[in-house]
């Protein structure tokens, strides 16, 4: 049995949880292999809206187990707040197991997370500001703590702040598994597992638009990493993306609108952070930052989410190309500050798509632009979303 990914393929926020939320039924374990509270995957079942930060996007699956990977860094203060809130609707929380080499976010990450901001001036990240990069310098300094460590081992001195994060650690302890073999267990088992991204390709910290990126590995590769498993393993890659783009914080956006066209985007889009309520920068879909995720993820499949935020425009546009100094340019020249985009514009729709349930149903305009996003990516586009709610989809 293969393990399947299933992950942004922008900057984040591309509607990964809701579309983890409708594949976990057909998966025994949901397994989530890097971040940590800078995620926020919003679910909508129903009448119901759940935001997690580090719990995988399942929980309304009663029969899939939780996993968090030892990628991940957890700031166990969060998590129990998380697990409190989806015990007080019902949801069995003693599913949820952590590795026992996660990393924990203690209060030092957050104070430099904030002071590094500070100092980075005009240059600043916009980082959301849970100490998530100061947490993964000390996990490849060798000076971090681990769920183990805290759990096992007597602490060293710590400070009063630090001590009461380390007792919420070992609050979490029934929790805690040896990560490793918790996974091995399960894919020898022939159970199927999915595996779970947070943050985007695009924010990874060796291929994302670096410095403006987070400080794990979000792309599949980071899947084997952040939970201890063989390429081998790993069967589909399911890449979600945005029917446009949006990056929350800081650095290269080369499709950003900055009229009244990217003002619809954000106001139709409820293009707003999870975690933190910015507004996030809003553009058309990026054909080269697309191709670049493709190939950084080996994409076998993607999902396009957000179709129907594009209704109402007369026309939508699609960035075909970069050119640097007119000559043409791949990814990694978004960040250059003379950067021009080649733009094709597509004929738009006025009809509301969020009850269509077939693509077939869609507007001929709209079956146009999702033809050419598929041109574009190369990959099957096995699904679309047309609305929050999970049953908001067009096959
Ligand atoms: P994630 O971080 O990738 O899980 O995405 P977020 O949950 O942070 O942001 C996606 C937002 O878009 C959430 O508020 C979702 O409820 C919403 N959303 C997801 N899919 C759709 C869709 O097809 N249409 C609309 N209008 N909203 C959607
Ligand atoms: P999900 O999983 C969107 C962004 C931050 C900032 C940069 C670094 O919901 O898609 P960090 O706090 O990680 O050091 O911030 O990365 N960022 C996200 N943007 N969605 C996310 O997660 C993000 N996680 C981090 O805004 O630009
Ligand atoms: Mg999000």
Known sequence: MKADIILGCQWGDE??????????????????????????HSIVVGSQELALRIVPSAVMHPDVELFVGGGAVVNPQTLLDELGRLAAIGIDTSRVKISDRAHIVLPHHVTRDAAAERERGSGAIGTTGRGIGPAYVDRVARSGIRFADAIHEASAETDADTAVVLEAARRLAPHVV????????????????LLEGAQGALLDVGYGTYPYVTSSHTIAGGACTGLGIGPGTIGRVIGVFKAYCTRVGAGPLPSELHDERGEKLRRQGGEFGTVTGRPRRCGWFDAVAARYAVALNGLTNAIVTKLDVLTGFERIGLVTSYRVGGRSAGFSAAGEPDLQTDVEELPGWSEPIADCRQIADLPATARAYLQ????????????????????????
Request: aromatic share 6%; glycine share 16%.
């Open 15 to 40: 509607g990964k949880g809701r579309i983890i939320d409708l594949y976990a039924a057909d998966y025994d374990v949901v397994a989530r292999f890097g971040g940590g509270d800078n995620a926020g």
């Open 178 to 193: 040896d990560g490793v073999a918790y996974i091995h267990e399960r894919l020898d088992g022939g159970k199927r597992i």
């Open 372 to 395: 050419r996003l598929q041109e574009v990516l190369n990959v099957p586009i096995e699904m679309v979303s047309v609305g929050r709610e999970r049953s908001q989809l067009a096959r």
